[in-house]
């Protein structure tokens, strides 16, 4: 078999695969744009078999939700797929397993946060009581006072700044959206 010929085989089987991906590719597509991004996070399309989608939800609440919807959902979807859904059938079955339609935002634990000051900062030193409402905020602007005491100065605008900011970025995180905003620093 010739190279050619070898090379003609491997392009059409490109073409099928993607002939048989299309409709579902196209989905994943528009999937958002019709049901919404508040809905686009609580499914995730999975397949397309037999003119049949298959949609995970993150909870039972939303596959009963959508399921009600249904009909609306593929009259929507049908005017922009090339080939027409018959059903949509939601389960939280395959949530888990599925992956991720729309990347979430990675989280950032506190501690990982270059303001972070530690967990004892953020403990209040007052019992909860009606009375001691006052001795509350004193004690909290206490607090705050020594906290800024203890704290090292922004080189830029001389307020206490968390050491976390001045390491990573070498002025406080109001300095640092300044510079940001002027070009000066990446963000
Ligand atoms: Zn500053």
């Not at 695969?17 to 299309?22: A, D, F, G, K, L």
């Not at 686009?40 to 009963?64: G, N």
């Not at 972070?116 to 009606?130: A, I, W």
Request: hydrophobic share 35%; aromatic share 6%; glycine share 4%.
């Amino acid at each position: 078999m010739s190279l050619k010929s070898v090379n003609d085989i491997l392009g059409i089987l490109a073409l099928e695969t993607q002939r048989e991906q299309q409709p579902f590719q196209q989905l994943l597509k528009y999937w958002p744009e019709v049901v919404g991004t508040k809905v686009a996070l609580q499914t995730r399309p999975l397949s397309i078999q037999r003119d049949v989608l298959s949609v995970a939800t993150a909870s039972a609440a939303w596959a009963q939700n959508l399921t009600f919807q249904r009909q609306s959902l593929l009259l929507k979807l049908n005017t922009k797929l090339p080939q027409p859904l018959v059903n949509i059938r939601f389960s939280t079955a395959e949530w888990k397993r599925s992956p991720l339609l729309i990347p979430q935002e990675q989280t950032l634990s506190p501690q990982d946060h270059p303001s972070y000051l530690g967990e004892n900062m953020f403990m209040s030193p007052v019992k909860n009581s009606r009375e001691s409402a006052n001795i509350a905020f004193e004690n909290w602007a206490r607090m705050k006072q020594e906290r800024s005491q203890y704290l090292s100065l922004c080189p830029q605008c001389q307020c206490p700044t968390p050491a976390g900011e001045l390491q990573h970025w070498g002025v406080c995180s109001p300095c640092r959206a300044k510079l940001i905003n002027q070009g000066i620093a990446d963000s």
